[in-house]
Protein backbone atom coordinates (compact mmCIF):
# COMPACT_ATOMS: atom_id res chain seq x y z
CA UNK A 1 0.00 0.00 0.00
CA UNK A 2 1.62 3.03 -1.20
CA UNK A 3 1.72 5.92 1.26
CA UNK A 4 1.45 9.77 -0.11
CA UNK A 5 3.25 10.16 -3.14
CA UNK A 6 4.57 13.92 -4.20
CA UNK A 7 5.95 14.75 -6.95
CA UNK A 8 8.71 16.43 -8.31
CA UNK A 9 10.52 15.97 -5.01
CA UNK A 10 12.71 18.88 -6.08
CA UNK A 11 11.87 22.03 -8.12
CA UNK A 12 13.41 25.09 -9.61
CA UNK A 13 12.28 27.89 -11.26
CA UNK A 14 12.64 31.41 -12.07
CA UNK A 15 10.84 34.27 -10.91
CA UNK A 16 7.64 35.16 -12.90
CA UNK A 17 7.40 31.10 -13.88
CA UNK A 18 4.77 28.81 -12.54
CA UNK A 19 5.13 26.21 -10.32
CA UNK A 20 2.32 22.93 -10.28
CA UNK A 21 2.98 20.53 -7.18
CA UNK A 22 0.98 17.09 -7.53
CA UNK A 23 0.17 14.94 -4.55
CA UNK A 24 -1.67 11.61 -5.13
CA UNK A 25 -3.11 10.41 -1.35
CA UNK A 26 -2.84 7.14 0.20
CA UNK A 27 -5.38 4.71 -1.61
CA UNK A 28 -8.89 4.96 0.15
CA UNK A 29 -8.25 8.61 1.33
CA UNK A 30 -10.06 11.07 -0.18
CA UNK A 31 -8.95 14.64 1.96
CA UNK A 32 -5.95 16.06 1.27
CA UNK A 33 -3.94 18.80 2.74
CA UNK A 34 -1.27 21.41 1.67
CA UNK A 35 0.99 22.85 4.43
CA UNK A 36 4.26 24.85 3.60
CA UNK A 37 7.63 25.10 5.46
CA UNK A 38 9.26 28.15 4.61
CA UNK A 39 13.53 28.28 5.37
CA UNK A 40 14.20 27.78 9.40
CA UNK A 41 10.14 28.39 9.96
CA UNK A 42 7.57 25.98 11.34
CA UNK A 43 4.69 23.86 9.23
CA UNK A 44 1.70 26.15 8.30
CA UNK A 45 -1.38 24.85 7.15
CA UNK A 46 -2.29 26.24 3.62
CA UNK A 47 -5.73 24.07 2.34
CA UNK A 48 -7.70 21.57 3.09
CA UNK A 49 -9.44 19.88 -0.05
CA UNK A 50 -11.78 16.81 -0.98
CA UNK A 51 -12.58 15.31 -3.76
CA UNK A 52 -13.58 18.39 -5.94
CA UNK A 53 -14.16 20.46 -3.09
CA UNK A 54 -12.24 23.27 -1.23
CA UNK A 55 -13.02 22.74 2.37
CA UNK A 56 -10.48 25.40 4.01
CA UNK A 57 -8.23 27.72 1.98
CA UNK A 58 -7.86 30.05 5.11
CA UNK A 59 -4.04 29.36 4.90
CA UNK A 60 -3.90 30.03 1.53
CA UNK A 61 -1.92 33.30 0.20
CA UNK A 62 -5.20 35.42 -1.56
CA UNK A 63 -3.03 36.06 -4.67
CA UNK A 64 -1.18 33.53 -7.24
CA UNK A 65 -1.93 30.56 -5.15
CA UNK A 66 -4.56 27.76 -5.82
CA UNK A 67 -5.52 24.24 -5.21
CA UNK A 68 -7.69 21.81 -6.80
CA UNK A 69 -8.34 18.16 -5.88
CA UNK A 70 -10.06 16.55 -9.38
CA UNK A 71 -12.42 13.43 -9.37
CA UNK A 72 -9.53 11.86 -11.21
CA UNK A 73 -6.10 12.08 -10.67
CA UNK A 74 -3.79 13.96 -8.39
CA UNK A 75 -4.01 17.07 -6.47
CA UNK A 76 -2.49 19.99 -7.38
CA UNK A 77 -1.25 23.27 -5.76
CA UNK A 78 -0.28 25.85 -8.02
CA UNK A 79 1.92 28.42 -7.83
CA UNK A 80 1.69 31.38 -10.23
CA UNK A 81 4.54 34.20 -11.21
CA UNK A 82 6.30 32.47 -8.38
CA UNK A 83 8.85 35.10 -6.46
CA UNK A 84 11.82 34.16 -3.83
CA UNK A 85 9.79 34.36 -1.08
CA UNK A 86 7.84 31.37 -2.39
CA UNK A 87 11.50 28.85 -2.09
CA UNK A 88 9.90 26.58 0.56
CA UNK A 89 9.12 22.73 1.46
CA UNK A 90 5.52 22.15 0.84
CA UNK A 91 4.05 18.86 1.97
CA UNK A 92 0.48 17.36 1.44
CA UNK A 93 -0.96 15.44 3.37
CA UNK A 94 -4.46 12.91 3.33
CA UNK A 95 -6.47 11.29 5.36
CA UNK A 96 -9.34 8.39 5.07
CA UNK A 97 -12.01 11.15 6.71
CA UNK A 98 -12.51 14.45 8.39
CA UNK A 99 -8.94 15.53 10.21
CA UNK A 100 -10.66 15.80 13.57
CA UNK A 101 -10.29 12.08 14.52
CA UNK A 102 -8.33 11.13 11.78
CA UNK A 103 -4.66 10.20 11.68
CA UNK A 104 -2.82 12.54 8.87
CA UNK A 105 -0.61 10.58 6.72
CA UNK A 106 2.14 13.14 5.11
CA UNK A 107 4.25 12.73 1.73
CA UNK A 108 8.09 13.37 1.17
CA UNK A 109 7.19 16.84 0.08
CA UNK A 110 7.92 19.16 -2.78
CA UNK A 111 11.44 21.10 -2.21
CA UNK A 112 10.61 24.46 -4.77
CA UNK A 113 13.50 26.94 -5.21
CA UNK A 114 12.88 29.93 -6.99
CA UNK A 115 15.90 31.58 -8.65
CA UNK B 1 2.63 33.89 21.78
CA UNK B 2 2.03 30.83 19.60
CA UNK B 3 -0.68 29.03 20.09
CA UNK B 4 1.45 25.58 20.74
CA UNK B 5 4.74 25.83 22.37
CA UNK B 6 7.45 23.36 22.23
CA UNK B 7 10.29 22.73 25.20
CA UNK B 8 13.24 22.46 24.72
CA UNK B 9 13.43 24.12 21.37
CA UNK B 10 16.96 21.74 20.92
CA UNK B 11 17.98 18.61 22.67
CA UNK B 12 21.44 16.72 22.72
CA UNK B 13 21.44 13.33 24.75
CA UNK B 14 23.73 10.78 24.96
CA UNK B 15 22.41 6.98 23.72
CA UNK B 16 20.53 5.33 26.09
CA UNK B 17 19.01 8.24 27.51
CA UNK B 18 15.18 8.90 28.43
CA UNK B 19 14.44 11.64 26.73
CA UNK B 20 10.93 14.05 27.37
CA UNK B 21 9.49 16.49 24.67
CA UNK B 22 7.08 18.86 26.17
CA UNK B 23 3.87 20.54 24.24
CA UNK B 24 1.70 22.35 25.75
CA UNK B 25 -1.22 24.56 23.84
CA UNK B 26 -3.76 27.16 24.21
CA UNK B 27 -6.52 26.36 22.08
CA UNK B 28 -9.41 23.73 22.63
CA UNK B 29 -8.19 20.33 20.40
CA UNK B 30 -9.83 18.09 19.09
CA UNK B 31 -6.45 16.22 18.65
CA UNK B 32 -2.55 16.12 19.30
CA UNK B 33 -0.29 14.99 16.37
CA UNK B 34 3.29 14.52 17.08
CA UNK B 35 5.36 14.07 14.01
CA UNK B 36 8.63 13.22 12.83
CA UNK B 37 10.57 14.89 10.48
CA UNK B 38 14.56 13.85 9.90
CA UNK B 39 17.48 15.76 8.20
CA UNK B 40 16.28 14.37 4.45
CA UNK B 41 13.07 16.73 5.14
CA UNK B 42 10.16 13.89 5.33
CA UNK B 43 7.48 13.63 7.71
CA UNK B 44 6.08 10.49 9.75
CA UNK B 45 3.24 10.75 11.58
CA UNK B 46 4.51 9.34 15.25
CA UNK B 47 0.61 9.68 17.23
CA UNK B 48 -2.72 10.83 16.99
CA UNK B 49 -4.41 11.42 20.60
CA UNK B 50 -7.06 13.03 22.24
CA UNK B 51 -6.44 11.55 25.90
CA UNK B 52 -4.23 9.43 27.62
CA UNK B 53 -0.97 7.41 26.86
CA UNK B 54 -0.34 6.12 23.54
CA UNK B 55 2.93 3.81 22.95
CA UNK B 56 4.74 2.46 19.98
CA UNK B 57 7.44 1.06 20.18
CA UNK B 58 10.13 2.90 22.38
CA UNK B 59 8.55 5.95 22.49
CA UNK B 60 5.27 7.09 24.47
CA UNK B 61 2.86 9.84 24.11
CA UNK B 62 0.73 11.47 27.08
CA UNK B 63 -1.91 13.99 26.90
CA UNK B 64 -3.59 16.24 29.95
CA UNK B 65 -6.46 17.80 28.37
CA UNK B 66 -7.28 19.96 32.02
CA UNK B 67 -3.92 21.39 31.52
CA UNK B 68 -3.59 21.45 27.62
CA UNK B 69 -0.15 19.55 27.84
CA UNK B 70 1.03 16.70 25.95
CA UNK B 71 4.53 14.89 26.24
CA UNK B 72 6.48 12.99 23.92
CA UNK B 73 8.92 10.31 25.63
CA UNK B 74 11.55 8.07 23.89
CA UNK B 75 13.61 5.59 26.01
CA UNK B 76 16.67 4.09 25.51
CA UNK B 77 17.44 6.43 23.21
CA UNK B 78 19.49 6.11 19.94
CA UNK B 79 21.14 8.11 17.65
CA UNK B 80 18.83 7.33 14.62
CA UNK B 81 16.00 9.11 16.66
CA UNK B 82 17.52 12.08 15.44
CA UNK B 83 15.71 14.57 14.46
CA UNK B 84 13.13 16.93 14.54
CA UNK B 85 9.85 16.65 16.54
CA UNK B 86 6.95 18.24 16.12
CA UNK B 87 3.75 18.77 17.96
CA UNK B 88 0.32 19.71 15.90
CA UNK B 89 -2.93 20.70 17.76
CA UNK B 90 -6.06 19.83 15.58
CA UNK B 91 -7.66 22.84 16.36
CA UNK B 92 -11.69 21.68 17.75
CA UNK B 93 -14.25 24.57 16.51
CA UNK B 94 -11.57 26.29 14.30
CA UNK B 95 -11.34 26.11 10.62
CA UNK B 96 -11.63 22.03 9.39
CA UNK B 97 -8.53 21.46 8.11
CA UNK B 98 -6.56 23.50 10.32
CA UNK B 99 -3.84 22.10 12.03
CA UNK B 100 -1.11 23.85 14.05
CA UNK B 101 2.14 23.38 14.84
CA UNK B 102 4.40 23.92 17.30
CA UNK B 103 8.12 25.16 15.71
CA UNK B 104 9.72 22.01 16.78
CA UNK B 105 12.15 20.33 19.09
CA UNK B 106 15.65 19.25 17.10
CA UNK B 107 16.83 16.31 19.01
CA UNK B 108 20.65 14.73 18.54
CA UNK B 109 21.59 11.44 20.39
CA UNK B 110 25.18 11.21 20.48
CA UNK B 111 26.93 7.11 20.45
Known amino acids: NAGVMQNPRHLVRRRGQEARLRCSPMKGHSHVYWYRQLPEEGLKFMVYLQKENIIDESGMPKERFSAEFPKEGPSILRIQQVVRGDSAAYFC?????????????FGPGTRLTVL | KNEVEQSPQNLTAQEGEFITINCSYSVGISALHWLQQHPGGGIVSLFMLSSGKKKHGRLIATINIQEKHSSLHITASHPRDSAVYICAAMNYGGSQGNLIFGKGTKLSVKP
Open chain 1, 93 to 105: ASSVAVPTYNEQF
